[in-house]
């Protein structure tokens, strides 16, 4: 069980009913639970809109998309039925925001899941659950059987007459690329998860064809409390174009590692040093890779910069899904690169070329250099795989995997000579044995 | 009545099935969860239970082997009673996950992907769970373990062995 963890520095949004039982919907309802969702039935799609717009809320699965715009989107009248579908398949490495959603307040998952619905003009939303998550999709089926036991789901909801809203949950079965939202569509519908072109984007051809609205579990779960505070109070908590508040998942060598709600914009310094407890030890920080394991590593010099995501943006590197991951000096940076792609390597799906080559080369060039044999034209190598690979594969994760390699060896790449050379920094964690299991 | 007849699943698993095969726009839809729950029912997805899921949701058996191979968590060999997974990836990395997996091996006398001769345990070493915060992490069957130390891991090992251990399905 997640341990939950606090800070005078919080700001407290999406986490108000943590610790409190609110799976439960009778606490729920205690706590303000389905009020959003009456106030998005009595006001309709087009003020639901207007408030996401006005909070300036950009999507917490990694790429920050404007939710409010994304469903502007979804055009309003469709032949075919359109759909909500919430993406729970959290699988980037150093996440696990949305586990704790799930455990402590899925009714506000439920309830996000409800007003998306009403804003595009769809009866039908899926929740769906990495394949790990039994025991809180569990968690989640019981709080939709009691929301539709209180008549919130199901036919004419909250007693509207003609307003019916329907959730089917479920879980993946292990595969990291199918939190990816075209590929996470084609698990959904029994299918390999395969990624589909783009365009056409899902608001316009989605799920069985119908327009559909894909976001984050966290985003969702944001919307009532969005609704509730009003857009223009939620987007003052953050920076400009960053509305709100999110969820950190502050891992790896700190104090205190766990999940804190900070405000869009915090310095990442301050989240290292003052929230997490700084470095684990009192050993001295050597890189943070600063939001999931796809972003490019920030040094221990340029942490002063804010969460968020135009601020990460110009630091070269991303916001990503809030997941930081701290290194301390200890660490060799050559053998931390190569768990990386080990990673990526074995969740290629395999469909395009660039992605699983490149993926592949670059993991056995890496564990090369690492085992000892590597020789200075190794990196320039792993530097021109990567480059190629970013923007010419079927699905971002190729770039994944690409742009985490490109920062290492850029902003490392002494660290990689000196370790051919023989001088290597850091203390190996993966023996010989466990490092050709890498990846498995 | 299940829609089917001579179900190979336990009567409760085959109405869940019978459930699952009405309950979405497109039929094929269950076709993950199905695999899901046949192999918590059967330890793994046997050659019976991809034929009874074909027919179930008419597909060919082709087309179920086809996805069945795609996730990582299905399997068509039995694991152990207790499929040990350890998380090795960064944030366990970082804070000792392959100490931990490496006590796993000494311990249970096996490796990666392997099952001890008594069918008790199968140790698999993972990607990233969602316990990152919590790191090290494993999980056994659905069940999650966090702040992991070797000490730890032998008392949640003779849990399971003396069956104390809890089976999330
Ligand atoms: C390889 C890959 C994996 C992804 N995994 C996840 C994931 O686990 N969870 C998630 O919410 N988004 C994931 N995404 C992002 C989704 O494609 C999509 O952008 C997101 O769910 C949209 O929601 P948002 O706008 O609320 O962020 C992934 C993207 C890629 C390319
Ligand atoms: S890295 Fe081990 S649970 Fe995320």
Redesign the pocket.
């Known amino acids: 069980m997640p341990t939950f963890v606090s800070h005078p520095e919080e700001v407290i949004v999406l986490k108000k009913r943590w610790g409190q039982g609110a799976a439960d919907i009778e606490k729920y309802l205690e706590l303000d639970g389905y009020k959003a969702v009456q106030e998005a039935i009595a006001q309709g799609p087009e003020w639901i809109v207007s408030v996401m717009k006005a909070s300036g809320l950009r999507?917490?699965?990694?790429?920050g998309?404007p939710?409010g715009m994304?469903w502007s989107f979804v055009p309003k009248v469709s032949e075919k039925p359109k759909y909500v579908l919430v993406?729970g398949?959290?699988?980037?490495p150093g996440t696990c925001k949305d586990h704790v959603i799930f455990l402590e307040d899925p009714h506000s998952v439920i309830e996000g899941t409800m007003i998306a619905g009403l804003a595009i003009g769809s009866k039908l939303g899926f929740i769906y659950l990495r394949g790990e998550y039994r025991y809180l999709l569990k968690i989640v089926e019981k709080a939709v059987a009691d929301a539709y036991a209180k008549g919130f789901l199901g036919k004419n909801i909250f007693g509207k007459e003609g307003v019916d809203f329907d959730i089917i949950t479920q879980t993946g079965a292990g595969a990291?690329?199918v939190?990816?939202?075209s590929a996470l569509m084609e698990s959904l519908e029994g299918k390999r998860g395969v990624p589909r072109i783009k365009p056409p984007f899902p608001a316009i051809v989605g799920l069985y064809g119908g327009p559909t609205v894909?976001?984050?579990?966290e985003?969702i779960a944001s919307v009532p409390h969005i609704l509730m505070m009003g857009g223009e109070a939620y987007a003052k908590l953050g920076t400009e174009r960053n509305g709100g508040t999110r969820l950190f998942g502050i891992s790896g060598h700190v104090e205190r590692p766990g999940v804190y709600e900070l405000p869009m914009g915090y310095s990442l310094r301050k989240a290292i040093y003052e929230v997490a407890g700084g470095i684990k030890g009192g050993k001295k920080l050597k890189a943070v890779v600063p939001g999931g394991s796809s972003c490019p590593v920030l040094t221990a010099d340029e942490i002063d910069v804010g969460l968020d995501f135009d601020q990460m943006g110009k630091a070269g590197t991303m916001l990503g899904s809030g997941g930081i991951v701290v290194l301390d000096e200890t660490v060799s940076i050559v053998e931390f690169a190569l768990r990386v792609i080990s990673f990526y390597q074995h969740e290629s799906c395999g469909w395009c070329i660039p992605c699983r080559e490149g993926t592949d080369w670059i993991k056995k060039t890496l564990g090369r250099v690492y085992a000892g044999g590597g020789t200075k034209k190794d990196v320039d190598n792993v530097q021109y795989l990567a480059e190629n690979m970013m923007g010419r594969t079927f699905?971002?994760?190729g770039d994944?995997a690409a742009m985490p390699t490109l920062g290492f060896v850029k902003k490392f790449r002494k660290e990689f000579e000196d370790y051919i050379d023989g001088h290597k920094a850091g203390t190996p964690i993966m023996t010989e044995q466990q490092l050709v299991g890498a990846g498995h | 009545m299940s829609a089917i007849a001579n179900s190979i699943f336990s009567p409760e698993a085959a109405a869940r099935f019978d459930k699952l095969a009405t309950i979405y726009p497109v039929k094929r839809s269950a076709l993950v969860p199905m695999l899901l729950y046949a192999q918590d029912e059967i330890g793994y997805v046997s050659e019976a239970a991809i034929q009874e899921i074909a027919k179930r949701l008419d597909l060919f058996d082709l087309d179920v082997r086809n996805v069945l191979s795609y996730y990582s968590m299905l399997r068509t060999k039995p694991a152990g009673k207790y499929n040990v997974q350890v998380c090795t990836n960064i944030s366990c990395m970082l804070r000792g996950g392959y100490e931990i997996l490496d006590h796993c091996k000494a311990k249970l006398g096996i490796g990666h992907k392997q099952v001890t001769a008594d069918g008790q345990f199968s140790l698999e070493e993972v990607e990233c769970i969602g316990a990152c915060c919590w790191a090290p992490a494993m999980q056994v069957n659905y069940d999650f373990h966090d702040d992991l130390t070797t000490i730890k891991v032998d008392a949640i090992l003779q849990d399971y062995a003396e069956g104390r251990g809890k089976d999330v399905k």
């Open positions: 999507g917490r699965g990694g790429a998309f939710t994304k993406n398949d959290e699988s980037e990291y690329e939190g990816e939202e894909i976001n984050n579990a985003t699905c971002p994760l994944a």
